[in-house]
């Protein structure tokens, strides 16, 4: 069975600082690797996704991927009280036409 | 990224009964994946939906429970049939747009009374 570990939370995090959420996945042919925001009452939305180990950034967001470790991270500098939401890891055995395991997801809050 | 309208976008039902979901994307897509989201829990995909053949679920979901149709590569349709309160959940629409990654319908509220 393929899974996707977060830690529930919640987590709490002052205005400005590191959020730091993290995801493990059980499947090694898991290839790629995205991170959702949903706030609540909210369908997801995308931020970013990774397929290649070590870093991506995008603007204020940076994923991190270790395929060795079976690891996968979400960093958010400069928190801002909007950041505050769940979210969900999710993992794909294919970049393409394949579906998603999700996460139980994080519950994120910016305390200003 | 593609547009997806899906609706209802809430509905309260009496047990018994079904509910069909509609899923409609602005642009042509092989594949569409139907959702479920428990109260405060994750998403569970139920089924994939491709364009010509029959959806494939995922194990705990059953045809006859969740029928989907998938009539052209811009529309498809989920039925919750013979409800319960236990289904009573979020169910979403998605489609994958390469590497615009996966977008998501805005989603039905279900309540089975």
């Known amino acids: 069975q393929k899974e996707v570990e977060q830690n529930s939370g919640p987590l709490s995090v002052p205005e400005g600082a590191i959020a730091s959420l993290n995801c493990t996945y059980s499947?090694?042919?898991?290839?790629?690797f995205f991170w959702y925001r949903q706030y609540s009452g909210k369908s997801p939305e995308l931020i970013m996704f990774?397929?290649?180990?070590g870093d991506k950034e995008d603007g204020r967001f940076t994923a991190q991927l270790n395929k060795a470790s079976q690891y996968v991270s979400l960093l958010i500098r400069d928190s801002q009280p909007s950041d505050s939401a769940t979210y969900l890891c999710?993992?794909?055995?294919?970049?393409?036409?394949?579906?998603?395991?999700f996460g139980t997801g994080t519950r994120l809050t910016i305390i200003p | 990224s593609a547009v997806i309208s899906q609706k209802p976008s809430r509905d309260i039902c009496q047990r018994g009964t079904s509910l069909t979901i509609q899923c409609q994307v602005d642009?042509?897509?092989?594949?569409m994946f139907w959702y479920r989201q428990q109260p405060g829990q994750s998403l569970t995909l139920i089924a994939t939906?491709?364009?010509?053949?029959?959806?494939?679920?995922e194990s705990g979901f059953v045809i006859d429970k969740f029928p989907i149709s998938r009539p052209n590569l811009t529309f498809s349709t989920l039925t919750v049939s013979n409800m319960s309160p236990e289904d009573s959940s979020i169910y979403l629409c998605?489609?994958?747009?390469?590497?615009?990654?996966?977008?998501f319908g805005s989603g039905t509220r279900l309540t089975v009374v």
């Open positions: 990774i397929y290649s180990n």
């Open positions: 939906a491709n364009q010509g053949s029959e959806a494939t679920y």
């Open positions: 499947d090694r042919g898991s290839q790629s």
């Open positions: 999710a993992a794909s055995s294919n970049f393409g036409n394949e579906k998603l395991t």
């Open positions: 642009s042509q897509v092989t594949m």
């Open positions: 998605s489609v994958m747009q390469g590497w615009k990654g996966y977008t």
